[in-house]
T-cell receptor, first 116, second 112 residues
């Protein structure tokens, strides 16, 4: 079954304690992306990756890091989480061609993060 | 700056009562406009891509249309299982075709 998986699904942590949210896809997609969803603000893109070792900032990258060492995995790293990073996070993947990403993308189930 | 505005924020319909959701957008050049459906507690699910004004796409009770300034998602004779939040997003061909900019969504509730 084609899917994007995220772990953990729920996480409560404290300010400053480094954490990683994993994302994995089984569709051999080149393009992967992280979003955060906040009430009244909608989905906002944090980082994206066009392929292995190729990443770039989205609209709200401050406080986040990513890496793409393997095609299937795209972890999101919060080096020193703060309360304003409390949010619902989604990973997504899609095909990528010469004309850019195909945004008929698959989303993961989400990770609800609370930073105290 | 790319902007996407969806209206209404929330919509309540009776089963069988057709209606439309609106997505107004501002981009320097539209590469694609996307509609997604999101159920509570789940990730968005892709519905449609529209590329140029005049284009229409259909899927079951849903039909998406596109003009140069807005897109409509028409829901014909909705059923309770159509209840969800519908998200619209745009891909700018000139300033950031690698990125997607989302609206805040329309929450649809269809009562039996």
């Amino acid at each position: 079954e084609a899917q994007v998986t995220q772990n953990p699904r729920y996480l409560i942590t404290v300010t400053g304690k480094k954490l990683t949210v994993t994302c994995s896809q089984n569709m051999n997609h080149e393009y992967m992306s992280w979003y955060r969803q906040d009430p009244g603000l909608g989905l906002r893109q944090i980082y994206y990756s066009m392929n292995v070792e190729v990443t770039d900032k989205g609209d709200v990258p401050e406080g986040y890091k990513v890496s793409r060492k393997e095609k299937r995995n795209f972890p999101l790293i919060l080096e020193s989480p703060s309360p304003n990073q409390t949010s619902l996070y989604f990973c997504a993947s899609s095909l990528y061609s010469m004309t850019g990403p195909d945004f008929s993308q698959f989303f993961g189930p989400g990770t609800r993060l609370t930073v105290l | 700056e790319d902007q996407v505005t969806q209206s209404p924020e929330a919509l309540r319909l009776q089963e069988g009562e057709s209606s439309s959701l609106n997505c107004s957008y501002t981009v320097s050049g539209l590469r694609g406009l996307f509609w997604y459906r999101q159920d509570p507690g789940k990730g968005p699910e892709f519905l449609f891509t529209l590329y140029s004004a005049g284009e229409e796409k259909e899927k079951e009770r849903l039909k998406a249309t596109l003009t140069k300034k807005e897109s409509f998602l028409h829901i014909t004779a909705p059923k309770p299982e159509d209840s969800a939040t519908y998200l619209c997003a745009v891909q700018d061909a000139n300033t950031g075709f690698q990125k997607l900019v989302f609206g805040t969504g329309t929450r649809l509730l269809v009562s039996p």
